[in-house]
Each structure stands twice: as structure tokens, then as C-alpha cells.
Nanobody, 124 residues
Framework: QVRVVESGGGLVQTGGSLTLSCGSS????????MAWFRQAPGKERELVAA????????SYVDSVKGGFTISRLDAQNTASLQMKSLKPEETAVYYC?????????????????WGQGTQVTVSS
């Protein structure tokens, strides 16, 4: 059974930074795109950042451009999301999805390989 494990969430003040990490098996991570999503209470889950299998292509939702950076380190079977200048409206549960495909613009997530989510709370 493939596990997808996120870590790094927590409570931070407005303007602060956090780095989320996502770990999974090499079989799933390598040669596949992956992405970070988030879901705030009462809202739809949205794609925040994505990276292709090679790490050379990335995409971000407009609201996080310039503040978030997605990266992957296949040698360690991990991927990360660096988040800077956080705002209260970015409070959400953040999910990692692995094993996806790249459609030329962003990641098309895999239906199965989701993590359990990690809570990010930004206080005002």
C-alpha cells in the first residue's frame, strides 16, 4: 500500500513562513508530477502548486505566486512547499498528491495517492 505523508504544518503569525514536506514511495514519485492542494472550511479543495516529473516545470495559483515555492528531491523521495509571507486567508488543510500527470500547464492529480493533510493556521 502506497503511503503519502505530509508534515510541517502548524500555527504561524501573519507574514510568517512554513515549509511543508511530502514523502512517498520512489515508485510513485519518480517520473510523475505531484501537487499541493489546500481546503479551507466551507470551501472547495484548490490546487496551490504543482511540479512536473523532472522538476523543471512548475505552476502556482495566482494568489500564491511570489510567496510559495514547490520543489522535489527524488533522491530522498520527498517534495516540499515553502510558504512565505503567509496571510490569514491561507489558513487551510494542505494536501499532497503524488503520481499525477502533467498536462503541459499543470498537474492532473492522481485519484488515489493523497496524503492525510496537514493543518496550516495563520493568525492575524
Amino acid at each position: 500500500q502506497v503511503r503519502v505523508v505530509e508534515s510541517g504544518g502548524g500555527l504561524v503569525q501573519t507574514g510568517g513562513s512554513l515549509t511543508l514536506s511530502c514523502g512517498s514511495s520512489a515508485r510513485i514519485l519518480m517520473r510523475n508530477a505531484m501537487a499541493w492542494f489546500r481546503q479551507a472550511p466551507g470551501k472547495e479543495r484548490e490546487l496551490v502548486a504543482a511540479i512536473d516529473w523532472s522538476g523543471s516545470k512548475t505552476s502556482y495559483v495566482d494568489s500564491v505566486k511570489g510567496g510559495f515555492t514547490i520543489s522535489r528531491l527524488d533522491a530522498q523521495n520527498t517534495a516540499s512547499l515553502q510558504m512565505k509571507s503567509l496571510k490569514p486567508e491561507e489558513t487551510a488543510v494542505y494536501y499532497c498528491n503524488v503520481g499525477g500527470s502533467w498536462n503541459g500547464t499543470t498537474c492532473v492529480p492522481d485519484r488515489t495517492f493523497w496524503g492525510q493533510g496537514t493543518q496550516v493556521t495563520v493568525s492575524s
